[in-house]
């Protein structure tokens, strides 16, 4: 009775799904934290703020969420659980010599080590219903995704089974397939093929006393010791020889994958492209591994220091450049002197007269159509935050427009602002612009609204997954120079594409519109991410805003600091002029890692990145170019209004910062000075408001349009891809 039960706890403890499971909390932590993420994401533990979970709640494919979506996420997800399986097998089935006697020792492998992957689906599967529940979809459509997760899952857990199936050797087929003098050649080198008697177990094994066979039933773990261990190592190593090939194809698939970013039907959903990337990274630690066992660490140290060393020679890296500009030429020196000489005080008043023929166009325009000697003035800003600030600031533009029966962007002269905001005012400019010349009927539609608010995010990530992560290696040509197709070309087609060609221009193409106040000007305002000073980009000349103008020079006040830089007159020999408008879009939004950044031809190499990372809601800028023109407006305009975009809460709840622990208290000094940024910026915008306000005798009034979820904590994720759920929201 003693000894049976004592059998059943140890058969128990020492089943092989179990030992592995063990095996993996051991030896294997970093496969675990990739599992970790993925638990994390569909269990909205992770990234909420950005819409991860929604990447994999509710992919989207070719604007369109259903049965192919599904089945592609599906399937990336099958191939990150195989990478996985044949990753673990490579490392550790030398600890579980018996597979050698099995039949099929890969797939019996699989079996036992599936239930990560399965508590995975599990979750997973209730999640996506939940969603979709809560999306009101009908059970059909809800049938039909469930089953593109599931053919797409194990339809690649299939595929790579069966060719393990064909190719995979046991001890007994091994040993068949021998030639007669294979075997006399191993008999020579003291190889016995016959069976010996039992030894001892060896002491890297792991102790197994049941597993679960590929028919579903518990079997007892065999004793192998009785083989010759050249031939169980041997076994062993054909099996690995069989996994590489299997790791060569999916690579070779990978880069002729980010061969076909151009073409919509490879930019696979978001999550896909996650899956992608993270079984690259999980192939690559487990062969490192796998080649260099303990010294894998150093391994890593050493190729981090080679690579390092090597770039500083221009090797073995890349740099994102801005298409159309000249990069072969001697790049223009970055330093203080050279700041200090692109910036005079006669360039400075140059460009305010010619700013002011751009004011006095417009105050012309404002008296032939309405008749008004002294129209209000407005100056648009509008907030960053990816898909779901374009698709808000098109919505309320075209809304508030229409009801002012077009009045609002008649009296706006200028608009500012970061990220997708700017996406989206600039989308609403150019319709403004078409509609002007008739090229189309109604910029009140709200398939333009729909526009701005696609996905931009699935090329992004393919690119980033299949291309950019080993080296962008094919090109495209502008006026003879050539230039990589990464993630952020990758964008700028995609960008393109949603809306509709449109503002597939030179950023110079907007000079003359601009020049005669057909559209109002538009300043973007990305950061130099070398010294945080501010890459004014405009069309036209901007120099008075690169440093704090003083209408009446004094000598009391000297020193002023130049924190900004003119992008057209700083770089006008390197082909500022061919800079391309949808690149000026993105240039501005680069957030960091989701874009690369942007490298200007000087030196040191100015790098530039999201213009949020600096004053996300562009009131700066537009605070600035008022005190520029403070005399113009109030000579010429009855009151200048500041219009704010927004989709972020101006306001925190500090309530949430109750609930305090350990962690909390240790990482609060920093992690506090991170989470208030926007608040700081916040701020700093009402003081400059309370400094115009007092500053001027014309009348100033800020009327905000802030997003403002229907749910508590449900708000529209700050992402370039946005649900139909998110769309609703806004719209609400």
């Not at 992919?59 to 399986?85: C, T």
């Not at 087929?173 to 007669?180: A, G, H, S, V, W």
């Not at 970061?418 to 189309?440: D, F, V």
């Amino acid at each position: 009775m003693i000894k049976s039960i004592a059998h059943k706890i140890k058969s128990t403890w020492f089943n092989f799904p179990l030992q592995l499971l063990i095996l993996h909390f051991k030896k294997h932590q970093l496969m675990l934290l990739l599992w970790a993420f993925f638990f994390a994401s569909i269990l909205n533990g992770v990234g909420v703020h950005y819409g991860i979970p929604y990447l994999f709640l509710d992919p989207e494919y070719r604007n369109k969420v259903d049965f192919f979506s599904f089945l592609i996420v599906g399937f990336s997800i099958g191939g990150f659980i195989m990478a996985w399986q044949i990753s673990y097998y490579m490392l550790n089935s030398f600890r579980f010599q018996f597979l050698a006697s099995l039949s099929h020792p890969f797939i019996t492998f699989c079996l036992n080590n599936s239930i990560i992957p399965l508590t995975f689906i599990a979750c997973y599967t209730y999640q996506v219903l939940n969603f979709e529940k809560s999306e009101n979809l009908e059970k059909g459509v809800i049938l039909s995704n469930m089953m593109g997760l599931y053919l797409g899952i194990f339809s690649n857990i299939l595929l790579t089974s069966l060719y393990f199936l064909f190719f995979n050797k046991n001890v007994n087929l091994f040993l068949k397939t021998l030639k007669e003098k294979t075997k006399e050649k191993l008999k020579e080198n003291h190889i016995d093929l016959d069976i010996l008697p039992e030894k001892k177990e060896l002491k890297d094994q792991w102790p197994v006393e049941v597993y679960l066979s590929s028919a579903f039933r518990w079997k007892l773990a065999r004793n192998v010791s009785h083989y010759d261990p050249w031939i169980i190592n041997r076994i062993l190593k054909s099996h690995h020889y069989n996994a590489f090939v299997v790791i060569l194809v999916s690579f070779t698939s990978l880069f002729l994958f980010g061969s076909l970013i151009e073409n919509p039907l490879f930019r696979i959903p978001a999550a896909g492209s996650l899956c992608l990337l993270f079984t690259t990274f999980m192939v690559i630690s487990a062969g490192l591994t796998y080649f260099f066992g303990e010294w894998r660490v150093m391994a890593v140290l050493v190729i981090f220091g080679g690579i390092t060393l090597m770039s500083q020679f221009n090797l073995m890296i890349y740099r994102n450049k801005v298409p159309g500009m000249n990069y072969e030429r001697t790049p223009i020196p970055y330093n203080q002197s050279a700041i200090e000489a692109s910036v005079t005080r006669s360039n400075m008043l140059y460009d305010i007269q010619e700013t002011k023929k751009i004011l006095d166009k417009w105050k012309q325009n404002m008296f032939v159509k309405y008749g008004e000697s002294k129209p209000k003035l407005i100056l648009f800003s509008t907030g960053g935050g990816g898909c779901k600030s374009s698709y808000w600031t098109t919505m309320v533009l075209q809304k508030t427009d229409q009801s002012l029966n077009g009045k609002l962007f008649d009296h706006c002269v200028l608009i500012t602002g970061a990220s997708g905001g700017m996406w989206g005012a600039a989308y609403y400019r150019e319709l403004y612009l078409r509609q002007k010349t008739n090229q189309i009927n109604n910029l009140y539609d709200t398939i333009y609204a729909e526009d701005a608010g696609k996905d931009l995010l699935n090329g992004i990530m393919a690119a980033g997954a299949s291309n950019d992560i080993f080296f962008p290696w094919r090109t495209y040509t502008i006026n003879e120079s050539a230039y990589k197709k990464d993630r952020a070309y990758a964008f700028d087609l995609h960008l393109n594409e949603n809306t509709r060609g449109f503002m597939d221009k030179k950023l110079m193409d907007y000079y003359e519109p601009e020049r005669n106040a057909e559209i109002p000007m538009m300043i973007f305002s990305p950061v130099i991410t070398n010294d945080q000073r501010t890459l004014f980009i405009s069309p036209q000349p901007i120099s008075y805003l690169t440093n704090s103008f003083i209408h009446q020079p004094s000598s009391t006040i000297t020193d002023l600091a130049i924190d900004g830089i003119d992008f057209m007159s700083y770089f006008q020999d390197y082909g500022a002029e061919n800079l391309n408008f949808i690149a000026t879009l993105r240039i501005q939004a680069s957030f960091p890692y989701v874009f690369p950044s942007t490298n200007l031809p000087s030196t040191p190499k100015m790098k530039v990145m999201d213009a949020g990372l600096k004053e996300n809601l562009g009131l700066g800028v537009s605070t600035r170019f008022f005190s520029v023109f403070k005399n113009w407006i109030e000579e010429n305009t009855s009151g200048v209004i500041f219009l704010q975009l927004r989709t972020d809460p101006k306001y925190i709840d500090l309530s949430a910062q109750e609930t305090t622990n350990i962690i909390s208290e240790t990482t609060n000094p920093i992690g506090n000075i991170y989470s208030n940024f926007m608040n700081l910026q916040d701020y700093n915008n009402d003081i400059f408001l309370g400094f115009i306000k007092n500053m001027t005798k014309t009348q100033v009034h800020f009327i905000p349009f802030s997003y403002e979820p229907t749910l508590e904590k449900q708000e529209a994720a700050m992402s370039i891809h946005i649900t139909s759920k998110d769309k609703a929201d806004l719209r609400a």
